[in-house]
């Protein structure tokens, strides 16, 4: 007997199926709200937004206060 896919599972997969045809690394973090802005700080110097095109992808607020991020940016900046 087979499952109707969920919304969930759609977008999943229509999430996998981007990462695979994009050429960006992303990152996902989740960290206490200080130490997060400190982590995107370091990943915007240590990977320029002109050369790597770095940016946050999305952020959200966890239920415990941590702020969960991903981080987008190009393998190289040829």
Sequence with gaps: MSSKPTPADLA?????????????????????????????????????????????ESWRELPDGRIEFTMRRLPSAD
Excluded at 17 to 22: E, M, S
Excluded at 27 to 45: H, I, N, S, V
């Design 12 to 56: 999943a997969r229509a999430a996998k199926a981007l990462r695979q045809t994009d050429s960006f690394r992303r990152e996902t973090f989740a960290l206490p709200r200080e130490q997060a802005r400190a982590k995107a700080r370091d990943m915007f110097r240590r990977f320029p937004k002109p050369a790597y095109m770095t940016e946050i």
